[in-house]
T-cell receptor, first 115, second 111 residues
Framework: DTGVSQNPRHKITKRGQNVTFRCDPISEHNRLYWYRQTLGQGPEFLTYFQNEAQLEKSRLLSDRFSAERPKGSFSTLEIQRTEQGDSAMYLC?????????????FGPGTRLTVT | GNSVTQMEGPVTLSEEAFLTINCTYTATGYPSLFWYVQYPGEGLQLLLKATKADDKGSNKGFEATYRKETTSFHLEKGSVQVSDSAVYFCAPYSSASKIIFGSGTRLSIRP
């Protein structure tokens, strides 16, 4: 068990560029979550997958954001036409559907800075 | 929907002091309650949990008791260490898939 991994760990981009982040969950976990955390705040839910199906999306996930989990394993989060307000830590978590769903295991996050 | 209010930080204590971080929540139904911890430079980790009224979650010397009558889940530790310096998040979880996190309480322990 290597835990949840996220790549890259840091990303600096210019406003208007597209960025993509990757999350590899714990291998036997069928649920995968994306959160966003800004400085001094708790993580905010963005979206959630069970296997390859995206089951819930937050209102925070504007049409510039898209997430995929094509084979039910790793997931990608893409932000198009980045804005300075997108600067945040993007967290991925995974869990087993049979476990208490609050017991999610988090990756180290990808810190995005939009200049 | 669910919401949580936790003690504002930062909280600064001396080593071996007693710690309490207050947390109250509002939730529909009967939520499970969690404390997550975020150490500097690391991802969020589940610290402890309680799933029904009067349950006590415990881990690494930390404890929290599920108080349904006061909708609270205060985190306590009898003797803190420098290594406990981190940000602590209270998090109720009920029927929705997402966890609702509080704003976090930053704890700093002086040697």
């Amino acid at each position: 068990d290597t835990g949840v991994s996220q790549n890259p760990r840091h990303k600096i981009t210019k406003r208007g560029q597209n960025v993509t982040f990757r999350c590899d969950p714990i291998s036997e976990h069928n649920r995968l979550y994306w959160y966003r955390q800004t400085l001094g705040q708790g993580p905010e839910f963005l979206t959630y997958f069970q296997n390859e199906a995206q089951l819930e999306k937050s209102r925070l996930l504007s049409d510039r954001f898209s997430a995929e989990r094509p084979k039910g394993s790793f997931s990608t989060l893409e932000i198009q036409r980045t804005e300075q307000g997108d600067s945040a830590m993007y967290l991925c978590a995974s869990s087993l559907s049979g476990a208490y769903r609050g017991e999610q295991y988090f990756g180290p996050g990808t810190r995005l800075t939009v200049t | 929907g669910n919401s949580v209010t936790q003690m504002e930080g930062p909280v600064t204590l001396s080593e071996e002091a007693f710690l309490t971080i207050n947390c109250t929540y509002t939730a529909t139904g009967y939520p499970s309650l969690f404390w997550y911890v975020q150490y500097p430079g690391e991802g969020l980790q589940l610290l402890l949990k309680a799933t029904k009224a009067d349950d006590k979650g415990s881990n690494k010397g930390f404890e929290a008791t599920y108080r349904k009558e006061t909708t609270s889940f205060h985190l306590e530790k009898g003797s803190v260490q420098v290594s406990d310096s981190a940000v602590y998040f209270c998090a109720p979880y009920s029927s929705a898939s997402k966890i609702i996190f509080g704003s976090g309480t930053r704890l700093s322990i002086r040697p």
